[in-house]
């Protein structure tokens, strides 16, 4: 196991990889440069624009590699997680105006109530889900005036200006201030921008009188599959908007990914594919390092079939690694750790194989042959396909190989020799590591469990519910103590105050569930 390294290294070039994004089917591409200019955090303008929409820029990690946040993982105070693609940005679009972004109070930063266009959570103090965004949104339009002109827009622009460069010094500024930030929502601001922004306003700021409404909770959702849809906003439920020549657009599942319909003909699903079975496309087989060759599924150039189900090397110039519940790697004297996979059961670590320390001055793949395009004496990943990934050796820094992936899809997981499709409470499927909780948080009032493949459905154990994303056994503080109230689903009440709670019980503040108590 390895603790060090992150999932993507710096390569170079660009590699591209056709994906459902948003409903539609788009290229998703790594901008790649040389090493010493991602590791110096100054990623292409590319890689900017295409991740961090708004005029943000994305952070880079170790080795160059985009710095990677989800639930589980947050990004640095002064960063904002993009919840579509997963990576750090300074500075991001959250929702349309004239909604307000809803900030988490421990935190300073947005809630995100979907990842990766995964199933999508709800919002507190009825909120919606933004879907073009992953954000949580509240539709506040009833105190919203008119947007500024002439003077005031020009005084808005400066102020907006100061904001996002974390520089509210501007006395011009302070009433601009008061007013943007409960009026206008100023996209792509840090939560450390917004914290700096008030601290200077001061008890200069107007105190507005608060009006509590209860609003349905509400998630705003693109068309399902066979309804009419536009490329811009794309498709519910695994479809993707296709448009013909005369621009009638429509939601279909895109087959070239290996998608078809589901039994419950309204969304589409991935298509697995054992070895030897028919296919049409590589997304389709199942058994890492296997593609779609001949119309069936079989192991890639490199590979054999292991006896299994699964493809093994046919020469190797690594070990796989035997996975120990250690705090390092644990491969054997004189090998080094490459790591691949994330390890679903334990957030941040990773396997891989177990090298040799090379003594030959050539890069070598850790399991494979390497892509054609990359051959000597230059090796390097500028032609590195979709299905293969770029390798560099921590003794051959210099030199880079375009080396085969185990699995292809970006929404796959790596599990046994096997590539599974990710996912979330609610999902099917067929092994514990595929369920993946949309967040893992600890405090002193629950005690929280991972999710678990319960008769091929992604649940909670027995005991636990599934509460802000993660499985949760939470614990009354007050009144009567215990188990919390559940509604006739077995899921907790949540409320904000006693009087969202039925008679004879009181919000507990501290978990924010409804407990047995004197509330009359």
């Given at each position: ?9 710096g ?26 200019k ?9 890689a ?14 170790y080795g160059?590699?985009l ?59 009825g ?20 947007a500024?002109?002439g ?17 509210p ?55 399902w ?45 991935r ?102 395009t ?59 590591s ?8 600890s ?68 978990t ?9």
């Amino acid at each position: 196991l390895h603790e060090v390294f992150r999932k993507y290294k710096g390569i170079q070039g660009r590699r591209c990889q056709r994906q459902i994004i948003i409903g539609r089917i788009v290229n998703v591409c790594l901008t790649r440069g040389p090493a010493k200019k991602l590791i110096s955090g100054e990623p292409g303008n590319d890689a900017s624009e295409h991740y961090c929409p708004g005029g943000g820029r994305v952070l880079t990690g170790y080795g160059g590699s985009l710095a990677a946040c989800d639930h589980l993982s947050e990004c640095p105070a002064d960063q904002i997680c993009n919840p579509q693609y997963g990576v750090c940005c300074t500075k991001i679009r959250t929702c349309p105006r004239p909604t307000k972004t809803i900030i988490n109070a421990g935190t300073s930063k947005p809630i995100i109530c979907q990842l990766k266009f995964g199933r999508i959570t709800s919002c507190p103090d009825g909120g919606y889900c933004e879907t073009k965004t992953g954000f949580c949104c509240k539709d506040e339009s009833g105190t919203v005036t008119s947007a500024p002109s002439g003077e005031d827009l020009n005084t808005f622009r400066k102020c907006h200006s100061l904001l996002l460069s974390i520089q509210p010094d501007h006395d011009n500024c302070k009433r601009c201030f008061t007013e943007d930030l409960t009026r206008y929502e100023v996209e792509g601001t840090t939560s450390r921008a917004r914290t700096a922004a008030k601290r200077q306003l001061g008890s200069s700021a107007p105190k507005k009188k608060k009006t509590f409404r209860k609003r349905s909770r509400l998630v705003k959702t693109r068309p399902w599959l066979d309804e009419e849809c536009t490329a811009r906003d794309g498709c519910e439920g695994g479809a993707a908007c296709t448009c013909d020549v005369n621009e009638k657009c429509r939601c279909d599942c895109p087959t070239e990914l290996g998608y078809t319909r589901s039994a419950d003909r309204r969304t589409c699903q991935r298509i697995r594919r054992r070895l030897k079975e028919k296919c049409k496309t590589d997304m389709e087989c199942s058994a890492a390092f296997s593609e779609c060759s001949t119309g069936g599924c079989r192991c890639r150039n490199g590979f054999q079939r292991d006896g299994k189900g699964g493809c093994k090397p046919i020469n190797s110039s690594s070990l796989l690694a035997d996975w120990l519940s250690s705090n390092r790697d644990d491969c054997p004297d004189e090998y080094y750790c490459v790591p691949l996979f994330d390890d679903t059961l334990k957030p941040g670590y990773y396997q891989g194989f177990c090298c040799p320390s090379p003594i030959a001055t050539r890069p070598v793949c850790p399991v494979g042959v390497s892509h054609e395009t990359s051959f000597p004496p230059d090796y390097g990943c500028f032609n590195c396909p979709a299905e293969y990934y770029c390798h560099r050796d921590v003794f051959l820094v210099e030199k880079s190989i375009c080396c085969p992936k185990p699995c292809i899809s970006l929404e796959d997981i790596y599990h046994d020799g096997q590539c599974y499709p990710t996912a979330f409470y609610g999902d099917s499927c067929h092994i514990n590591s595929q369920c993946l909780p949309l967040r893992n948080s600890s405090d002193e009032f629950s005690e929280s469990s991972p999710l678990q493949c319960i008769k091929g459905v992604c649940a909670c154990p027995t005991g636990f519910s599934h509460m802000d994303g993660e499985c949760k056994r939470v614990m009354c503080t007050i009144g009567l103590r215990g188990e919390p109230s559940v509604d006739r689903n077995n899921q907790l009440v949540r409320c904000d105050r006693s009087a969202d709670c039925s008679q004879g019980q009181m919000c507990d503040p501290n978990t924010h569930v409804c407990c047995k108590g004197a509330n009359r």
